[in-house]
């Protein structure tokens, strides 16, 4: 299974971005998807997670009320809305899913978010 992010780049305190994470797999509905992200020497977080059975969602508490994590299961992705983006919100962003079926843990290559006047 191949995770394959776009979305990242460079925009400014206050702005927003969406990120995609596109799934190469039949059976993405079983997936259970989460955003992580990892600022340089600091260690790679949990931001945001979207289970496959209900679609529940969780995040991590500095990002509540911002960031929106969201599914699409026709369309094999997964995406997370950013509004309000802090200059702490500056990371690699890397997808992450786990099939509930196998238990297997997959990993994209993360995409660069910078926020910076």
């Known amino acids: 299974v191949q995770l394959v992010e776009s979305g990242g780049g460079l925009v400014q305190p206050g702005g927003s971005l969406r990120l995609s994470c596109a799934a190469s797999?039949?059976?993405?509905?079983?997936?259970?998807m989460s955003w992580y992200r990892q600022a340089p020497g600091k260690e790679r977080e949990l931001v945001a997670r979207?289970?496959?059975?209900?679609?529940?969602?969780n995040y991590a508490e500095s990002v509540k009320g911002r960031f929106t994590i969201s599914r699409d299961n026709a369309k094999n992705t997964v995406f997370l809305q950013m509004n309000s983006l802090r200059p702490e919100d500056t990371a690699v962003y890397y997808c992450?899913?786990?099939?509930?079926?196998?238990?297997?843990?997959?990993w994209g290559q993360g995409t660069q978010v910078t926020v910076s006047s």
């Open positions: 992450n899913g786990v099939s509930t079926l196998t238990r297997r843990t997959y």
């Open positions: 979207i289970f496959s059975a209900g679609g529940s969602t």
């Open positions: 797999t039949f059976t993405f509905s079983w997936f259970d």
